[in-house]
């Protein structure tokens, strides 16, 4: 789990060094609506990072493999949805798009996961 609060730690500070750099750098260079794609993209990212951390402190205290899943979808889902997110907005190339769901199907995923390791910890 090193590595995932490794890369939550990262991915974190990185959605802090996006989004004022969509506040500063992009805000004449965007239409407000890829802004907004972009700090929507900025929002999950820090949003999920933060979960995983969350599921590396619990996995600290209950190691089920449930919760290392979970990270790895939420992990995957910041790169496929905030990821495309921030693709589409800054070249505008539509087919980014179609990439922005699967993302989101990692995040459900992952948070689908640490509700079943919640029952199955019985606690």
């Known amino acids: 789990m090193k590595f995932y609060l490794v890369a939550a730690a990262t991915s ?7 989004g004022a750099f969509a506040a500063h750098g992009l805000k004449s260079r965007l239409s407000e609506s890829m802004l907004a794609v972009f700090q929507t993209g900025v929002h999950y990212q820090f949003l999920h990072s933060l979960g995983i ?26 790169v496929l949805f905030s990821g495309s997110l921030y693709a589409l907005a800054l070249t505008q ?11 989101g199907l990692c995040f459900i995923l992952g948070w689908a996961m640490l509700i079943v390791a919640a029952i199955k910890s019985g606690q």
């Open 12 to 18: 974190a500070m990185l959605a802090v060094i996006l």
């Open 53 to 78: 951390i969350l599921l590396v402190l619990l996995y600290r205290q209950h190691t089920q493999s449930l919760l290392v899943w979970s990270a790895g979808f939420m992990l995957a889902g910041i």
């Open 93 to 103: 190339i539509k087919w980014f798009g179609p990439i922005t769901p699967l993302g």
